[in-house]
């Protein structure tokens, strides 16, 4: 389980004391994000694909909405992969293909996490879960109502999403091999 803490010694807070201190406001409070930017920019990539793919489909064919929504996704992904997962949390993720065929995951995270900020941290792990959970239901929805088109469309967005999530969990149980900064 992620912890949800507002300190900076990043031990857990049981959640009756959390409410007691407005510690749930405080934790996604972005004032105190090292990397404000880039904790916006992660939770704009997320809500924009929701948004395109809920919304948007009022004004324009819903085709445009679907192929705006994958898009946007790839974008959320690499970004995710690439940026946000670097300076929210200090860790990254790739893949190497073997000489054999076979995948190797390699996870790096930094090697003193005390100065991974609570709140970036928070921004973070929730964002990744909410976005997780909300396309999964989606693409359930959709499989359950015959609507395979669509439901192949949520499915990837999904997948791009939980491949995220679980490499980052991957890397925060520290499996895998290295260090950076």
């Known amino acids: 389980m992620l912890p949800l803490s507002n300190r900076r010694d990043n031990n857990p807070v049981p959640y009756q004391q959390m409410q007691e201190e407005g510690a ?3 934790a996604f409070d972005i004032k105190q994000a090292s990397h404000p930017c880039t904790c916006l920019t992660t939770s704009l990539f ?4 929701v948004v395109c793919y809920f919304v948007l489909s009022l004004v324009l064919e819903r085709l445009y909405c679907l192929i705006i929504t994958v898009v946007i996704s790839a974008f959320d992904f690499w970004f995710v992969k690439n940026i946000a997962g670097r300076y929210l949390i200090g860790m990254r993720w790739w893949s190497e293909i073997q000489p054999d065929g076979r995948d190797f995951w390699v996870f790096e995270c930094r090697l003193n996490e005390d100065h991974v ?3 970036d941290k928070n921004f973070f792990w929730w964002s990744q879960i909410i976005a997780t959970l909300i396309w999964l239901v989606t693409t359930v929805i959709r499989v ?7 439901g192949g469309i949520t499915g990837f967005v999904f997948v791009l999403n939980a491949v995220n999530l679980i490499a ?4 925060s149980k ?6 950076f900064g």
């Open 144 to 150: 359950i109502s015959f609507e395979f088109f669509e």
């Open 24 to 26: 749930i406001a405080k």
């Open 174 to 179: 520290g499996k895998g091999y290295g260090n």
């Open 46 to 49: 997320k809500l924009s694909v």
């Open 117 to 119: 900020n609570p709140v």
């Open 168 to 171: 980052y969990y991957n890397c």
